[in-house]
């Protein structure tokens, strides 16, 4: 999996080709290769591009724009509402009166034969009064089928489509995205627009959703509901499995606001009972050929706390042999060698490293650190806590999509030198795709974004954890046979 020498060298020289008046290249003297004995060390990308002003779009632009019309729906998005993919929750909001509560929809366009029925709730937070929330279960679905779906009334009714995952099945593909920290500023709809060229089916969503909690009193509420705007584009079409970041806490207490994630939970329905979690916080869906589980990194999870025994029993559910991939979400990022945010996830690393080595879980995503890294398969497991990682066949390759985009900006300082755990590591935006073939091969790309463009710029191949040694590979042959 590690990247040959040839390849880092080759990634180097793409680094120089991409030169040009906007691209201010540095090329350190410490980025060369440390060892050429075997592979090669973790490269420490020499990209640097100019930033767009790391500011949020002005509330007045087209992307934030709302349809025209009296209580016209707005704010559509869709998760999975299900533990296999059958059913889909569908979120939108109206500013004028409840309305309706009514998903129409079916399989072709225009043409609504089926209906369901959602419930309606508003909320206050401090002096912001929200919109009219919808949310529908759509349930009993087919697999790998297109649906279109209508909602609001009159005039002002909007349609949009979806389309179901394959069933469950071992081989079934999947491509995926994932995107963390996005904000709402110029960067990230960059990004938005860029995971949208790459025909990605599902959007795992790593947390720090509209960094609303940097703005005061009323605005707070006026920035999620411009961030729901922002995101319709693709969240109504495309589910987005959603997690929590510490932007979403918003604990306080000058406002008289001390409820933990309260717009967050008014705003993101996630299908958390499917799975037995007694949070929506945490939960795990199967999406064709994966068993996907989300963690909530600023929620309780040390032993015997409700997170970790549901967690605990999750695992145990999982059958690679129908869903060979597991893929694990958090926030905060258990290995990242930035300064920002260094060795804050260590608590959650001594809780669940084991596990995730003992079930072999074969990617775990996180954001958090507002840059891009990825990992060799390292562990700390069979090591104290204060010793460095070493190499673990068993482990995970922990990735960071921390670099959404969003108004704090990015985080361009890497510890030197860069540790041996760390595989490449580059300060800028973008986002993942993770395009799932079959039971044991996995193609993953991280995209940054330059200057308008989508430019692919860390890929491997991911060899699945499970079907993927030797032991398993032996038995694949006897069942293709
Ligand atoms: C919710 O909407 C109803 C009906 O418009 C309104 O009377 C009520 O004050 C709203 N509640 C909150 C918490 O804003
Ligand atoms: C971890 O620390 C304990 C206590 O100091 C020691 O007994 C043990 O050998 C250490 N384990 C490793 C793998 O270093
Ligand atoms: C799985 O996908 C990979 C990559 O497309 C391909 O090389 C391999 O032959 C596939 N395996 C099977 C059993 O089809
Ligand atoms: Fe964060």
Aim: aromatic share 14%; charged share 20%; net charge neutral.
């Amino acid at each position: 999996m590690n990247p040959s020498c040839a390849e880092c060298v080759q990634l180097q020289l793409n680094f120089q080709g991409k030169e040009s008046m906007t691209i201010k290249l540095l090329l350190l003297s410490s980025l060369l290769l440390t060892s050429i004995s075997s592979g090669c060390a973790g490269l420490t990308s020499a990209f640097i591009r100019n930033e767009w002003p790391s500011v949020d779009i002005p509330l007045n632009n087209e992307v934030f724009a709302v349809p025209k019309g009296y209580n016209a729906p707005h704010q559509v998005h869709i998760t999975q509402g299900d533990y296999d993919g059958k059913a889909v929750i569908i979120t939108w909001v109206t500013a004028n009166e409840p309305g309706s509560n009514i998903v129409r929809y079916g399989l072709s366009e225009g043409k609504y034969d089926f209906t369901a029925k959602g419930t309606v709730q508003n909320y206050t937070f401090y002096n912001y009064k929200s919109g009219y929330i919808h949310q529908c279960l759509v349930d009993g679905l087919q697999y790998n089928t297109k649906y279109y779906y209508e909602i609001g009334s009159g005039e002002t009714s909007r349609s949009f489509w979806f389309q179901t995952p394959p069933a469950i099945d071992p081989d079934s593909s999947h491509k995926f995205a994932i995107i963390g920290d996005l904000g709402q500023t110029y960067n990230s709809l960059s990004t938005l627009e860029h995971c949208m060229q790459t025909g990605a089916q599902t959007i795992l969503f790593v947390g720090d959703l509209s960094y609303a909690d940097r703005y005061d009193n009323h605005d707070i509420g006026v920035r999620w509901d411009s961030w729901g705007q922002f995101v319709e584009r693709s969240a109504a079409y495309h589910p987005w499995l959603w997690s929590t970041g510490n932007h979403e806490i918003e604990y306080f207490p000058h406002l008289g606001e001390v409820t933990l994630f309260r717009n967050y939970l008014h705003r993101y329905p996630t299908p958390f009972s499917a799975s037995k979690s007694s949070s929506p916080l945490w939960y795990a869906i199967r999406r064709a050929s994966a068993h996907i589980i989300v963690l909530s990194s600023y929620s309780p999870f040390v032993k015997y706390t409700p997170q970790w025994k549901w967690l605990e029993q999750e695992l145990k559910k999982v059958d690679r042999e129908k869903t060979p991939w597991l893929i694990v979400l958090m926030h905060a990022p258990i290995y990242n060698s930035n300064q920002a945010h260094f060795l804050e996830a260590e608590s959650m690393k001594v809780v669940f490293e084991s596990w995730f080595c003992h079930y072999k879980v074969d990617v775990i995503f996180a954001g958090h650190v507002h840059a891009y890294e990825r990992s060799y398969r390292i562990s700390s497991i069979r090591s104290n806590v204060s010793s460095s990682p070493s190499s673990d066949k068993s482990a995970p390759v922990y990735i960071t999509v921390g670099d959404g985009g969003n108004q704090e900006g990015l985080a361009n300082r890497f510890r030197d030198p860069q540790p041996d755990y760390s595989a490449f590591r580059e300060a800028s935006y973008g986002h993942s795709t993770l395009e799932i073939k079959n039971r044991t091969h996995a193609f993953y790309h991280w995209n940054r974004n330059d200057d308008g463009k989508r430019v692919p710029t860390d890929e491997f191949v991911l060899h699945n954890q499970y079907w993927g040694d030797s032991h398993r590979r032996r038995k694949l042959e006897r069942y293709s046979m």
